[in-house]
């Protein structure tokens, strides 16, 4: 098993939470593009914990419920779970479908459950108290408003946001003052819509998926500052961009076509393709691993305090947390600069 990441921990705003380093995201044991066991989950939990990660990310989202019932299964079987921090999401009800379809929304053999977006006051109390059944918990350590913003609500995005302001931030407002979450956020794709947020209420911070990576870094301009100011922290997920940053463009099983590639969940445009490679040949000039750089980047800026990756099984966790623990030299992030592959104002590990 890897040596332990949870130490040092950041804190999450201004709250109390201590996040440790690499976080456990728990889409995959919800099915994510593939079925697995709940004992395969529970391993994958398990080799986490023992890996020293204390964060753990789900929602109702993520195989309609399954997630959140495996993870909730396997901490509630493991002693050591007592001091972790899990975070799920609100903004989604789950009602029963007719629909006998093996893959929904990227989910394969979920529960036959429909997501519908709801961002009202009652749909959001409606969400957690589901929640808290499906984790087997009293309290939520963070709550998450999920996937608010344009890329996925479209031209129906000004109402959604009203909705949620006027109903669902009261009511996530409502359940921290009452102490049965500790602290709230957004959880999105779009660090616009986190910037927005902030000019409307009061966020202890954001889980950001996919917008703070080796390949882009343009919340570093006017977000990620923003959040300094009004001491609100960022959980970065999707550190691997959908997965081009953890395979890389050049390898034979690349080459040959039978590993596609992926950013932002669609193909990689040839842009992207041809940044990830010039970021390969500066790894291959350090024999640095791809994913380590891509795992480390973000974690180095002082308003992420996690760095959030998708596990399915313990061989993924173990990686990962290989990958986290990778030296690589200051030299290669100098290299990255001089080429102009990082933005001017982007931290780098020290």
Same mark, same amino acid.
């Given at each position: 098993?890897?040596? /332990?990441?949870?130490?040092?921990?950041?804190?999450?705003?201004?709250? @109390?939470? /201590?996040?440790?380093?690499?976080?456990?995201?728990?889409?995959?044991?919800?099915?994510?593009?593939?079925?697995?066991?709940?004992?395969?989950?529970?391993?994958?939990? &398990?080799?986490?914990?023992?890996?020293?990660?204390? %964060?753990?990310?789900?929602?109702?989202?993520?195989?309609?419920?399954?997630?959140?019932?495996?993870?909730?299964?396997?901490?509630?079987?493991? !002693?050591?779970?007592?001091? =972790?921090?899990?975070?799920?999401?609100?903004?989604?009800?789950? =009602?029963?479908?007719?629909?006998?379809?093996?893959?929904?929304?990227?989910?394969?053999?979920?529960?036959?459950?429909?997501?519908?977006?709801?961002?009202?006051?009652?749909? =959001?109390?409606?969400?957690?108290? @589901?929640?808290?059944?499906?984790?087997?918990?009293?309290?939520?350590?963070?709550?998450?408003?999920?996937?608010?913003?344009?890329?996925?609500?479209?031209?129906?995005?000004?109402?959604?946001?009203?909705?949620?302001?006027?109903?669902? %931030?009261?009511?996530?407002?409502?359940? &921290?003052?009452?102490?049965?979450?500790?602290?709230?956020?957004?959880?999105?794709?779009?660090?616009?819509?986190?910037? !927005?947020?902030? &000019?409307?209420?009061?966020?202890?911070?954001?889980?950001?998926?996919?917008?703070?990576?080796?390949?882009?870094?343009?919340?570093?301009?006017?977000?990620?500052?923003?959040?300094?100011?009004?001491? !609100?922290?960022?959980?970065?997920?999707?550190?691997?961009?959908?997965?081009?940053?953890?395979?890389?463009?050049?390898?034979?099983?690349? #080459? @040959?076509?039978?590993?596609?590639?992926? %950013?932002?969940?669609?193909? !990689?445009?040839?842009?992207?393709?041809?940044?990830? +490679?010039?970021?390969?040949?500066?790894?291959?000039?350090?024999?640095?691993?791809?994913?380590? #750089?891509?795992?480390?980047?973000?974690? #180095?800026?002082?308003?992420?305090? /996690?760095?959030?990756?998708?596990? #399915?099984?313990?061989?993924?966790?173990?990686?990962?947390? /290989?990958?986290?623990?990778?030296?690589?030299?200051?030299?290669?992030?100098?290299?990255?600069?001089?080429?102009?592959?990082?933005?001017?104002?982007? +931290?780098?590990?020290?």
């Amino acid at each position: 098993m890897g040596s /332990s990441i949870a130490i040092p921990r950041r804190q999450f705003g201004r709250s @109390s939470l /201590s996040l440790s380093r690499l976080g456990f995201g728990a889409a995959p044991i919800g099915n994510l593009y593939q079925p697995i066991t709940g004992v395969q989950a529970g391993r994958a939990v &398990k080799a986490a914990l023992l890996s020293g990660i204390r %964060y753990f990310d789900t929602a109702p989202h993520y195989g309609f419920g399954l997630s959140e019932t495996r993870l909730g299964a396997a901490l509630g079987n493991i !002693a050591a779970a007592e001091s =972790v921090i899990v975070s799920t999401k609100v903004g989604r009800l789950l =009602v029963p479908t007719s629909s006998r379809a093996s893959v929904r929304h990227g989910f394969v053999d979920a529960p036959p459950l429909e997501p519908q977006f709801d961002y009202s006051y009652d749909g =959001v109390m409606r969400s957690f108290e @589901s929640s808290l059944q499906r984790l087997q918990r009293e309290h939520i350590d963070l709550l998450l408003a999920h996937d608010l913003g344009p890329l996925t609500h479209g031209a129906d995005h000004p109402a959604r946001f009203r909705e949620f302001m006027d109903g669902g %931030y009261r009511a996530m407002s409502e359940l &921290k003052a009452a102490g049965r979450v500790t602290a709230i956020g957004l959880g999105t794709n779009e660090w616009q819509i986190c910037e !927005a947020a902030l &000019k409307h209420g009061d966020f202890d911070g954001f889980l950001l998926a996919g917008r703070y990576t080796l390949l882009e870094q343009g919340a570093c301009e006017t977000f990620l500052p923003l959040c300094a100011r009004r001491g !609100a922290s960022v959980i970065l997920g999707g550190p691997f961009n959908s997965g081009i940053l953890a395979t890389g463009v050049k390898s034979a099983a690349i #080459a @040959s076509g039978k590993v596609p590639l992926h %950013y932002n969940y669609e193909p !990689a445009p040839q842009a992207i393709i041809d940044r990830v +490679a010039q970021l390969e040949s500066v790894c291959e000039e350090f024999a640095v691993p791809l994913a380590a #750089a891509a795992l480390q980047f973000p974690a #180095a800026h002082a308003q992420i305090c /996690s760095v959030l990756a998708g596990f #399915a099984s313990d061989a993924q966790v173990q990686q990962a947390v /290989s990958w986290m623990n990778t030296p690589i030299p200051d030299e290669f992030w100098q290299r990255l600069r001089d080429r102009e592959l990082l933005h001017p104002a982007a +931290a780098t590990p020290a």
